[in-house]
């Protein structure tokens, strides 16, 4: 865990030691949202979207927007 959050957060491996993981991984999480959803809104071709459990999550969004389900 800790190469992922030196790679994700740009700093050493004592720091991140020092980082309340969980608080790490809501971030990790709330980028690859932020990242699928620029995909999306962009018009990546879904050949070339990044896959996984942020892009299904945008993807169930943007279903219930277009549903008239969500604003």
């Known amino acids: ?10 700093c ?3 720091e991140a030691d020092q980082q309340d993981m969980a608080r790490c991984l809501r971030i990790m999480d709330l980028r690859a949202f932020a990242h699928s959803w ?3 809104e962009s018009g ?5 979207l ?7 999550k945008v993807i169930e969004i943007q279903v ?8």
């Open 1 to 10: 865990m800790t190469s992922v959050v030196c790679q994700e957060f740009s």
């Open 12 to 14: 050493t491996p004592e």
């Open 38 to 40: 620029q995909q999306i």
């Open 44 to 48: 990546v071709e879904q050949k070339d």
């Open 50 to 56: 990044t896959p996984g459990p942020m892009l299904r």
């Open 64 to 71: 219930k927007r277009a549903k008239g389900e969500l604003e």
